[in-house]
């Protein structure tokens, strides 16, 4: 089945404690995304990959990094989390063209 | 800069009913604008997209439609469904240069049984 798996699912962290959100995707897109989702926001993209090795910054990357050694894996990294980084976060990927797909989510607290 | 506007920002209609929501963009130079739909607990999901070529596009009960000189698209439910009820959010692209979408901020979409 063609999909979008992020890990965890769920996660409830203390400030400044690093922590990595998992990202893999088994359509061999080239283009891969994070988002976060907060109320009345909308998505907003964090970081983007347009292929191996090549990342760049969205609209919100303060505060994450990301990394892209393989294809089908992109995860996302919080070094030092703060309480604003509270949030609902996706994973994307897609081929050209623009049609993206989205992961389940990662809902992470940071207390 | 680049924005999406999405109104309304709640919606709720009878079953049966029609659903419209609407939005507009400012970068002249977007040429795709997919449609999502999510549901409680779970990613969004594309429903359908249209293509700056194209001024209306149909599937089943669902269409778009595109206003590249006003800069505005709008999503049609028609003989909407318990199961229609979700959160829409509408997005802009640049075609695929770059694959970035700028997302609307979300219709909370009711369908009452």
């Known amino acids: 089945e063609a999909q979008v798996t992020q890990n965890p699912r769920y996660l409830i962290t203390v400030t400044g404690k690093k922590l990595t959100v998992t990202c893999s995707q088994n359509?061999?897109?080239?283009?891969m995304s994070w988002y976060r989702q907060d109320p009345g926001l909308g998505l907003r993209q964090i970081y983007y990959s347009m292929n191996v090795e090549v990342t760049d910054k969205g609209d919100v990357p303060e505060g994450y990094k990301v990394s892209r050694k393989e294809k089908r894996n992109f995860p996302l990294i919080l070094e030092s989390p703060s309480p604003n980084q509270t949030s609902l976060y996706f994973c994307?990927?897609?081929?050209?063209?623009?049609?993206?797909?989205f992961g389940p989510g990662t809902r992470l607290t940071v207390l | 800069g680049e924005n999406v506007e999405q109104h309304p920002s709640t919606l709720s209609v009878q079953e049966g009913d029609s659903a419209v929501i609407k939005c507009t963009y400012s970068d002249s130079a977007s040429n795709y604008f997919p449609w999502y739909k999510q549901e409680l607990g779970k990613g969004p999901q594309l429903i359908i997209d249209i293509r700056s070529n194209v001024g209306e596009k149909k599937d089943q009960r669902i269409a778009v439609t595109l206003n590249k000189t006003a800069k505005h698209f709008s999503l049609h439910i028609t003989e909407t469904q318990p199961e229609d009820s979700a959160v829409y959010f509408c997005?802009?692209?640049?075609?695929?240069?770059?694959?970035?979408?700028?997302f609307g901020t979300g219709t909370l979409l009711a369908v009452q049984p």
């Open positions: 997005a802009e692209g640049d075609g695929g240069a770059t694959n970035k979408l700028i």
């Open positions: 994307a990927s897609g081929a050209s063209g623009d049609t993206q797909y």
């Open positions: 359509m061999n897109h080239e283009y």
